[in-house]
């Protein structure tokens, strides 16, 4: 590859380095090697779900001539989405961190396969398809471009995650939320009990009823009796509770729910599905596992959590409060318990004035 060829690789290269948000910073990456390489297509896979159920995630595919990246969407349930086992060479690039090569299949061609990793981890894989195989100077080339990737990550880490939890952090919930709350563009519409039946017969498990007339929800979750396991054991042991619950969290909700640390005791989900009794089953999944889990030394805990739906016109603090009102009702009436925040305003244990979010216990 002659780089005298390609004067745009280093406006490609100084583009990659400057996103911030991940999904255009893969699609950035893949631009990047398709102009230096010239390759039949590049891929960027990442690796998402939980411990024994991690799959492939399709982040951006370039093909020579393609205009636009191709990517699974956001809405797509992981039951969709490929096994790890499935690919073995991807697999084996993930778990050894080796450039591994196989054929494509097409015509003789080549597959070759990077480990894409920040400083925390190896987060996926990247996917080369060539006529023939990348040379010395290619590999070393590719390897550089993904070095700089790295680096970004792990600044975007530094800054968007929770040095503990490594969850989302507490100040890049607002753009999250704005950027859900208006694709909101009309109230979405309650599906009759016979079509979510269908739905239930049709969509495999863990899918969440699927993608069509999905709507936006957020939760707010409470460590119960925090600050006692803090007094008694010490914050190392509260640290070691707020990790779990973390794990916890991330096996219970799906790989595109976005899972935030407010500080403290106090964790946000941001997550779409169709119903309120889809989101109930997301929570009480974590509830039931956060109390059957044995937590050492710091023994039995739970935790409280409210959700709401996200209104057209909400705003990040409005949702945000009518949640956080579901959790003061749900430690009111013996913590370790689930309520959403409509449920409660029906049922007379809230009352909701005109204004949103101007709610008023009984």
Known sequence: MDLQASPQWVDQLATLSGHRDRDLLDVSLASALRDLLRPQSVAVLRCVGGSGDERWRLSARLGLNDAAAASDGLGLALADLPLLHSHPARLQCLQQRLVVQASDGIGGGCCMH?????????????????????????QRLVS?????????????????????TGLLNRKTFDESFMRLSGSLTQPPEVPSPQSLAELDATTPPGSRRGRQGMSAWLGVIDIDHFKRVNDEHGHLIGDEVLLLVARLMRNSFRFDDQLYRFGGEEFVVLMRCVSPSDAAVAFERLRTQVQGFNFPRAGRITVSAGFTQVRVSDTPSAAFERADQAVYVAKQQGRNQVHEHAALVAAGLLREDVRDSDVELF
Do not use: I, K
């Not at 990077?114 to 290619?138: C, H, N």
């Open 144 to 164: 550089s471009v993904l070095r700089l990737y790295g680096n970004v990550l792990g600044l975007l880490d530094y800054s968007e995650r929770d040095t503990l």
């Open 114 to 138: 990077f480990p894409l990793a920040s400083d925390r981890q190896v987060v996926g894989v990247l996917e080369v398809q060539t006529a023939q195989a990348l040379g010395p100077a290619e």
